[in-house]
């Protein structure tokens, strides 16, 4: 795996945010569930790494309030939509940065 299964984790995360019609927070939750287990290798850089480790921490610092909500559920069921928003938002610029990566894999 790497910065190619990145992107491509990405892409379906980012692609439902934008074709579902779903709340803000359910959608944020899906892309989390969809991206969230990404490993170092799939980041171009530390510092979309550690951009990625800051929204990961934010849509899981909550327990789940009752059995079998999860904690991503949890923590984005109690966000404004503004919230929710601002980070579907980094999804979408931490995605640029892993496309750009892997164009330029593809390029050299």
Not at 34 to 58: C, M, N, V, Y
Not at 65 to 92: F, H, P, V
Request: one cysteine or more; charged letters at 25%.
């Amino acid at each position: 795996m790497g910065v190619n299964y990145g992107w491509e984790k990405f892409y379906v995360a980012v692609r439902y945010a934008v074709a579902s019609n779903e709340p803000l927070q359910q959608r944020l939750a899906m892309c989390v569930m969809q991206i969230g287990h990404l490993g170092r290798e799939s980041f171009p850089d530390d510092s979309t790494w550690e951009k990625f480790g800051g929204l990961r921490e934010a849509s899981t610092n909550r327990p789940a309030r009752y059995k079998g909500e999860g904690i991503i559920n949890a923590t984005t069921a109690q966000m404004t939509d503004e919230e929710a928003g601002r980070y579907l938002r980094e999804i979408c610029g931490l995605f640029s940065d892993v496309a750009m990566a892997y164009g330029k894999s593809i390029i050299d």
